[in-house]
């Protein structure tokens, strides 16, 4: 399953009304590090498909979404379990501390 894209309008649904803990990357096309983490987040969105939800919010098309979330730096990979933000991590980590987010939160 790949990831999603996140909107203002699908938040609610796809994140807080979600059963599965929801991984958020929030991001922006000219960001090289989101570049960068953009596969790492494709692997985990397969790999984790049925355990985990995998979204995006590109944060140029979202500001307001991106602004309720305090996103000051990009990326910045978000976990919302029951509809509550629970652990964040900010600019490019490796595959390993995302998947710690969800395993250890």
Do not use: H
Request: a negative charge.
């Amino acid at each position: 399953m790949a990831e999603i894209i996140i909107t203002a309008e699908n938040f609610q649904e796809e994140v807080l009304n979600c059963e599965l803990p929801v991984l958020i990357d929030f991001w922006a096309t000219w960001c090289a590090p989101c570049r960068m983490l953009a596969p790492i987040i494709d692997e985990i969105a397969e790999e984790y498909a049925g355990k985990i939800k995998v979204g995006k919010v590109n944060v140029d098309e979202q500001p307001a979404l991106a602004a309720q979330f305090r996103i000051a730096s990009i990326p910045t990979v978000m976990l919302f379990r029951q509809g509550k933000a629970t652990a964040v991590t900010m600019g490019y980590q490796p595959k390993e501390r995302i998947v710690a987010l969800f395993k250890e939160n």
